[in-house]
């Protein structure tokens, strides 16, 4: 579309993504109370909804997926959401890590494979393998808001 609508060559785009870095960084945050286990929880019933819906299974295979999605469900309802307590350095990074397990694992090198696809489709090459499109950084245990173990001696 850039290229039909924009007059954007190829080679631009080519140029334009060896050249950006996309930098993620990770905190924990006030505003992030959902605990980890109940994202866990909910991240498990997507992945089911999705494979009730877009696979071919036997009536048996659908009421087994069903029935998986009502005990998870049933769990996510009894589970609090709320951390209770406040989380400590560990807590922190262990929550952070998980988005890795959960999501950027999977993601980012599907995200990558589709762009070297469709880099071909125009004809360019696929992204040099030395360019780290996305670097990771984090912040998490070390914001020093107020926990007496996050003060360095100063």
């Known amino acids: ?30 505003t992030q109370a959902l605990r980890r286990s109940v994202l866990k929880k909910y991240n498990q019933i997507g992945k089911e ?38 989380p400590s350095p560990q807590d922190e990074m262990k929550h952070g890590l998980s988005y890795f397990e959960e999501t950027i694992f999977e993601a980012l090198p599907k995200f990558l494979r589709r762009l070297d696809s469709q880099l071909s489709e125009i004809g360019c090459a696929r992204l040099p393998l030395e360019h780290a499109m996305f670097k990771f950084g984090s912040w998490m245990g070390g914001d020093r808001d107020g926990e007496p173990k996050h003060m360095a001696v100063l």
């Open 49 to 86: 909804l999705d494979k009730l819906h877009s696979i071919r299974s036997s009536q048996f295979e659908k009421q087994e997926t069903i029935d998986k999605i009502s005990c998870l469900v049933q769990s996510a309802w009894r589970t609090d959401e709320i951390r209770r307590s406040k």
């Open 1 to 30: 579309r850039l290229i039909k609508e924009h007059g954007i060559t190829p080679e631009d785009i080519y140029q334009a993504l060896c050249s950006q870095t996309v930098d993620l960084v990770f905190t924990a945050h006030p």
